[in-house]
């Protein structure tokens, strides 16, 4: 990834625009648009990386696998705990019995459901399957009880069904709409998706079916539509006890999503963090060989058609690494319509179910059967009945551990540390960042200091410099002469100088105030809550709009760092949240010596967003690894400063670290 970057003068600070290469006028949307088209065709290029071979492929399963429950927020796997199934209630009908249960996935994490039972059970075990439901609001009832037809048919036709309500839409309601709709941007930095729950949920689901004395657990298949369909790929991919998979209208490829802007249609149960730059049809490959009939509607506007023929394309290669001939272990369905549960598509895929799971290939139908009301299928009759220790709804601040280094102790434990954390963070969270990301290009000098500078192929940006002397360094003590680079935050004033950077940084240094790409009046795009297009987008691709924006301000570091005279170290300064950016910038760019943050945040819960950070490590611990570089924080919370001193002082450094008041007179 190249950084985009810039801005403007010390004394007149305009604020970025950022121009798509060729544009007259601002352009920050066709701009990040352009990035995400290009940034698409890059990571869909890692389908090259595929296997040649079966064996290369079963050999590269494990690892992948690995990477796919981490971006789930799922690594290490969480500890399978007590299930405490219960069932509430059992209906009796013609030739099938209900039962309604609950079970714990995690402790508090309420998992409610209908088991469908063919009465008189027959003898021996059964084939089973796990159907995971789409988006339908039944309120109370929860999901589940839109797909009882599901249950029916596979109960009346010899198998065990377990049809489970999503977080969401289920009787012991959750949220899936953290970042679609409700600014939870702190998940981004969690790395918190539901779909992970509903991954999770999904396995447990398995887990609770094979306890069951009906049930074969060599013969095990999952289905569903929609959120189902999504579901599905996520269950089935984790967990290789599923023998056999129909996702239906379930999964769309990169192109679909971020190019297309499809992302707009789904909510964040249908999205992992892609922090290890798949292509996204490799969540699928993962199911295979095992048997996969991959499903849809021919008009489905949500999963088009165009994506699905890519990604049948993908996975009909690789299926062909196994398969006898073609449509032996993977095969595609698609049916007239809109997104929708067409009886056509049941029948597929029960027909799919029954050749794999029961070896009988036979023509299926689905008689009608009468609905049971919804009110019947509860698994908590009424209000009162709800766990009151459920924590669906607090799901999010828990399901993903979060890491907590503890500070080091001596000069040595501070080297593995540092080395061990910023592996770490190259490994899982900026995976693919460049060494050294490349100096920003001069395009445009223009008067009163304002530059045009190119910072990748698709974006320039305006900025205004104010250039000073440089300035001679006698005594040890002395303060460095610097360049400073002044990162403004979305709430800074654009068209004057920003208030808080009085008496930070010496008047007479040279200085490039920026305002990274997103932020700013002519740096920015139209924002709609939902669905947040230009937030969500970029963590299908490995990044944030945070990240992007470290990025921008290496580039201008590193142009600075080049074409200033003597080469001279480069300083950066911002408040808040930005700050922070500037922070993870000094961490990758060793052109950068000096970081000033001005009233930091303490975590990443509240500060900006970086994609599964916390996983790795938070705040203080970023700070605490910039040593030896100097480091100032001006009016930091004591919990943070506080920690921030340990680190630098196990390294050796403690007198490169300064902590001060805001003074009392400070401008805001």
């Known amino acids: 990834m190249r950084g985009v970057c810039l801005g403007w003068g010390m004394m007149a600070v305009l604020g970025l625009t950022a121009l798509a290469r060729g544009q007259e006028g601002p352009g920050g949307d066709p701009a990040l648009r352009r990035w995400l088209s290009n940034e698409t065709r890059e990571v869909g290029l890692g389908e090259s990386a595929w296997a040649l071979t079966a064996d290369e492929w079963d050999s590269l399963r494990a690892p992948l696998r690995e990477q796919y429950l981490d971006m789930l927020g799922l690594w290490p796997l969480p500890e399978r705990t007590p299930l405490q199934p219960t069932v509430t209630k059992t209906l009796l009908r013609d030739g099938f ?22 009465d008189p059970l027959p003898a021996g075990k059964l084939p089973a399957v796990l159907y995971v439901c789409g988006h339908s609001g039944r309120g109370r009832d929860g999901n589940k009880t839109a797909f009882q037809h599901h249950g029916m048919w596979f109960a009346t036709h010899g198998y065990v069904c377990l049809i489970i309500d999503t ?36 396995v447990r689901a398995i887990d609770y079916l094979v306890s069951r004395a009906e049930v074969d657990p060599e013969r095990i298949g999952v289905t569903g539509i929609s959120g189902g369909g999504a579901a599905t790929f996520w269950i089935a991919a984790a967990d290789e006890r599923v023998k056999c998979s129909v996702p239906v209208s379930g999964m769309s490829d990169l192109q679909s999503y971020v190019t297309d802007q499809v ?52 996975l009909e290669r690789l299926y062909n690494l196994y398969q006898k001939k073609p449509g032996d272990l993977f095969d595609i369905g698609v049916t007239p319509g809109g997104h929708e549960d067409h009886l056509e598509l049941r029948l597929m895929a029960y027909r799919w179910l029954n050749r794999h799971l ?40 828990s399901f993903v551990p979060v890491a ?20 770490a963070l190259r490994e899982r969270v900026f995976r693919d960042w460049a060494d050294e990301i490349p100096a920003a290009t001069l395009r445009e000098q223009r008067s009163k200091g304002q530059v045009l500078l190119q910072t990748d192929a698709d974006t320039v940006v305006l900025g205004r410099m104010n250039r000073g002397e440089p300035r001679k360094v006698d005594a040890p ?70 990240m992007l924006r470290v ?69 203080p611990e970023a700070l605490g690894l910039l040593s030896p570089r100097r480091l100032t924080l001006v009016g930091a919370p004591e919990k943070l400063s506080a920690r921030v001193q340990a680190w630098y002082q196990a390294s050796g450094q403690a007198g490169r670290l300064q902590v001060l008041p805001v003074a009392a007179d400070a401008p805001r």
């Open 404 to 423: 907590a280094p503890a500070p080091p102790a001596t000069a040595a434990e501070y080297d593995e540390a540092s080395n061990r954390l910023l592996a």
């Open 97 to 118: 019995s209900v039962q309604n249960v609950h079970f714990q996935s995690k402790p508090g994490l309420y998992v409610t459901g209908n088991l469908y039972l063919p």
């Open 551 to 619: 990025g921008d301000i290496q580039a201008v570091a590193r142009w600075l760092h080049e074409n200033e005279s003597g080469e001279r170290l480069v300083g950066v300064i911002g408040r808040g949240e930005a700050g922070v950016l500037g922070a993870y910038a000094a961490l990758f760019d060793t052109c950068i010596a000096d970081v000033k943050l001005i009233e930091p945040p303490t975590s990443h819960r509240t500060g900006p967003a970086v994609l599964g950070v916390l996983k790795v490590l938070d705040i």
């Open 358 to 397: 029961k070896n009988d290939n036979a023509a299926v139908q689905e008689p009608v059967l009468e609905p049971i009301p919804g009110k019947d299928l509860r698994v908590f009759p009424e209000d009162r009945d709800l766990p009151a220790d459920s924590r669906n709804g607090t799901i999010d601040e």
């Open 477 to 546: 003590g002395d303060q460095p002469d610097r360049i400073w680079v002044v990162i403004l935050g979305p709430d800074d004033p654009e068209g004057e100088f920003p208030a808080w950077v009085k008496g930070q940084i010496p008047a007479e240094a040279t200085t490039i105030a920026i305002t990274p790409r997103g932020w700013g009046t002519f740096a920015g795009y139209e924002k709609k809550n939902p669905p947040n297009y230009f937030e969500r987008s970029p963590v299908l691709l490995g990044r944030t709009l945070d």
């Open 167 to 202: 977080l969401q839409l289920g009787e012991v309601a959750g949220l899936h709409h953290g970042t679609y709709q409700h600014n939870r941007w702190w998940w981004h930095s969690a790395g918190y998706t539901p779909a992970g729950v509903e991954c999770w949920n999904g």
């Open 263 to 314: 992302v707009n249609g789904h909510c964040d149960c249908m999205f992992l963090y892609n922090n290890y730059r798949w292509e996204w049809t490799t969540i699928a490959a993962l199911v295979a060989p095992r048997p996969m009939l991959f499903e849809n509607s021919g008009h489905d506007t949500i999963f088009p058609m165009p994506a699905n023929e890519r990604i049948r394309g993908r």
